[in-house]
């Protein structure tokens, strides 16, 4: 018995080897950056900040036609607040709407940068407008906001890049390497028109970036349990996007002698099988380079969980959703409260992780519910993006940026579960990461696509040394 003893504690003491073992090896991967200094913006930014939201460029619907009168208003505000931009640049119209512009460098060997954004943005809740602390598209400016749809998703990226290479011209400042500034108008409803075509577009003339960068990382604030610093969240690559129709057709009958097998019946427990039999959680690339830069900023237990996720996998990956997530989102059937209806339906929404398709989905829906229930794609479906590199230069080059204007935030790589239009960009990058500098917590999270969209000026004045910064340092 005394062996046992003996033997139980020399495995206990071999684990907490292990674990602190691994906890002291991680070391921090955030570099030392050169402090970038502040370049001057002048209150101007606001007011055209503000004149850009009053465009309703909104996106209805994937077939909706857009609204012209509306993007070609803000495509000629753009060329007034421009010029200069739009004297030294070349501008070319993809699908009439979406807007390319080309910055030629100065050196052909060294590959371009691609700055994205999107012209468009969600319609306003017509029952909440009375919510908003000004009309959505008026634009208010207060002392310390900008305050619109659009502010956040995306015209203030948008703005903000061309702020910065107006600004880098009237400094006569010449790039070595192209830059190309890629608005697509209709990322809201899938992007299928906009970014997609702009990306055909620069693949059939051979182009080939160092790196594009788009919306989809911010700055968290508060968000990471035990983390007092700003965490810039530099997502490397998106999950998919899939529903799928749950539809159950029968012969119905009176609802005196209700069958055995109910149509509403069948659906709801097809909706069950599927919450109950969830998709695993999965440690797949980019969730392993989160760790390894998450890890190291962590309080202690926190981090001795991150090194070694061979013994926390299960509670590390809850707390990132890192699976393929499954939510009923619509659902449908019965005319009469005494009729058992022929045919109900639901749609169940999956965001599909890195590893996993749209086919893998389908096959476990198929698996888990009866085979009595249909199951049909609807809707836009793409798969997970590709996943790109947290090792590369243009990675390093991004995270000195960061590090130079904002010494205390903690950068780390990461997994998006929204869809933005970076992911057709795969092709024609070698690296594709969603990051500009927006300072995010838990409550100004509802404002993406909510009431009260807004930016602080201070933030916006951020996103614009950004902007001007990144291209400096391409
Ligand atoms: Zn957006």
Redesign the pocket.
């Given at each position: 018995m005394k062996k046992f003893f003996l033997g139980l504690l020399f495995v206990l003491l071999v684990i907490v080897g292990i674990l602190l073992f691994n906890t002291f090896r991680m070391s921090s991967k955030q570099v030392e950056a050169e402090p970038l200094a502040k370049v001057d913006f002048s209150d101007q930014v606001y007011q055209n900040l503000s004149k850009a939201i009053t465009y309703q460029t909104i996106s209805l619907s994937e077939d909706a036609i857009p609204d012209s009168a509306a993007f070609f208003g803000f495509h000629r505000f753009l060329e007034e607040t421009f010029p200069l931009t739009h004297a030294n640049l070349s501008l070319e119209k993809i699908n009439t709407y979406s807007l390319l512009y080309k910055w030629e460098g100065s050196d052909p060997s060294k590959k371009p940068l691609i700055m994205m954004s999107?012209q468009d943005v969600v319609p306003v809740d017509q029952p909440t407008l009375g919510a908003w602390e000004a009309a959505p598209f008026e634009g208010k400016i207060t002392d310390t906001h900008i305050i619109g749809r659009g502010t956040m998703?995306?015209k203030g990226t948008l703005i903000a890049v061309l702020e910065a290479v107006e600004k880098l011209l009237s400094e006569n400042y010449k790039p070595t390497r192209t830059l190309y500034i890629a608005s697509g108008h209709d990322?809201?409803v899938g992007g299928g028109k906009g970014a997609a075509e702009i990306a055909a577009h620069l693949k059939a003339q051979g182009v080939q970036a160092a790196m594009a960068i788009d919306?989809g990382g911010y700055l968290a604030e508060g968000l990471v349990p035990g983390v007092n610093a700003p965490v810039a969240i530099i997502n490397l690559a998106e999950k998919g996007f899939a529903s799928f129709r749950l539809i159950v057709e029968t012969n119905g009958g009176h609802s005196s002698a209700p069958p055995r097998e109910n149509t509403i019946g069948m659906l709801a427990q097809a909706i069950v099988d599927l919450e109950n039999n969830q998709l695993p959680y999965k440690l797949v690339k980019p969730i392993d380079s989160q760790l390894e830069y998450m890890g190291p900023e962590l309080p202690f237990f926190t981090r001795m969980a991150f090194a070694n996720p061979w013994l926390f996998k299960k509670q590390i990956l809850e707390g990132l959703n890192a699976h393929t997530t499954t939510a009923p989102t619509i659902i449908d059937g019965g005319v009469k409260n005494n009729v058992i209806p022929t045919v109900a339906e639901a749609t169940i929404n999956f965001r599909i992780l890195p590893g996993e398709t749209i086919e893998s989905v389908k096959a476990h829906i198929e698996s888990v519910i009866s085979e009595k229930v249909r199951v049909e794609p609807v809707g836009f479906l793409t798969n997970p993006s590709p996943v790109s590199s947290a090792d590369s230069e243009s990675y390093q080059r991004l995270q000195r940026t960061i590090r130079g204007l904002y010494p205390d935030v903690i950068v780390v790589p990461g997994l998006v579960g929204g869809g933005?239009d970076a992911r057709y960009f795969y092709e024609i990058a070698e690296d594709v990461y969603r990051f500009y500098p927006m300072r995010l917590n838990s409550e100004s999270m509802s404002r993406f696509h909510g009431i009260d969209e807004k930016i602080s000026k201070e933030n916006y004045q951020e996103i614009l040394q950004f902007s001007y910064q990144l291209i400096r340092n391409f």
């Open positions: 999107h998703d995306d990322e809201e919306e933005t």
